[in-house]
């Protein structure tokens, strides 16, 4: 009986969010106090914190201890992946991907666009490029597949002026390269007058 009501409040919880904030936390509550450790509501309650109140550091708690309940919800690995990369956690980002691709019934586009977003957030355009169009052979639906073709796109653009940009420096650096010996006599020729 317990776990029916458990059940029924966590149904509550999901129907109800995002649009109905107040009747969700209300029935994410009541299913954790039934069951304190139930991976899908401390799941859900870790999206209200990241997405509705901008409290990453509960969000985390939440997500952790969702994980350390059940390491097998495939579910919660997107978002969380996520909530780490947005809150510049890279490395541990990486750990939880790393162990996602592991998990049984995964949705593997789902963690390679977490890892092209990862590395689009360190600023790694070629590998974040590889991860996507990755992401894009395994996507299963329209949709996700034209979401990824506009995340390479913005990637790519931002490959290009990542070139142009350090094209420029090159640049910069060999001019200054050049007029370095220049300078060195000159400031001899100062130095003797």
Known sequence: MRNILQNIHLFRAIEAYPWELEKAVEALQ?????????AKALHLMAKVY??????????????????????????IYPDYIRLLTNNEDFEEAQKVIDFAKTVKGIDKAAIALAQGQL?????????????????????????????????LSRVKKKRKAQANENRILENQAKKEAEAEPKRWFQNRLNNLL
Do not use: C, W
């Not at 939440?62 to 350390?68: D, G, K, R």
């Not at 790694?124 to 329209?142: C, I, R, T, V």
């Open 30 to 38: 009541y299913a954790l106090a039934y069951d304190p450790e139930n």
């Open 50 to 75: 990241a997405e509705q109140l901008g409290d990453f550091e509960t969000a985390k708690t939440s997500f952790e201890s969702a994980l350390a309940s059940r390491l097998d919800i495939p579910d």
């Open 119 to 151: 590395f689009e957030s360190l600023a790694q355009f070629e590998d974040a490029e590889h991860a996507l169009k990755e992401a894009k052979q395994l996507g299963l639906n329209d949709d996700f597949i034209s979401f990824v073709d506009n995340m």
